[in-house]
């Protein structure tokens, strides 16, 4: 049974850092590619950045390159989201999500078979 527990999240002033982990149990993390992914406030979902299964190749949404990095510790089973120079625009509700990995790293939520629970993100002064 896939469970995906996101935490980390909080309230943060613009220019802020936090960063995001998941912890992943009951499938073999070490071969699903895996993503954040994050809700607006009023909002659908969008990809926020992904890591294939092995750690080596990873992506993010335009609006995050250089202030975002995923990374995974698949000894661990847990993956990670550090976030820096945080906007407004950034809040929202953060989920992990995972897919049996593919030849090419999934960058779209739809793509993704498993989310979990949620963090809320807030950045506001």
């Known amino acids: 049974d896939v469970q995906l527990q996101a935490s980390g999240g909080g309230l943060v002033q613009p220019g802020g850092s936090l960063r995001l982990s998941c912890a992943a149990s009951?499938?073999?993390?070490?071969?699903?590619?895996m993503s954040w992914l994050r809700q607006g406030p009023g909002k659908g979902v969008d990809w926020v950045a992904g890591?294939?299964?092995?750690?080596?190749?990873?992506a993010y949404a335009d609006s995050m390159k250089g202030r975002f990095t995923i990374s995974r510790d698949n000894a661990k089973n847990t993956m990670y989201l550090q976030m820096n120079s945080l906007k407004p625009e950034d809040s929202g509700v953060y989920y992990c999500?995972?897919?049996?990995?593919?030849?090419?790293?999934?960058?779209?939520?739809?793509?993704?078979?498993?989310w979990g629970q949620g963090t809320q993100v807030t950045v506001s002064s």
């Open positions: 999500a995972a897919v049996p990995a593919r030849t090419t790293l999934p960058t779209a939520a739809q793509e993704y078979d498993h």
């Open positions: 890591i294939n299964s092995r750690g080596g190749i990873t």
């Open positions: 009951g499938f073999a993390f070490s071969t699903y590619d």
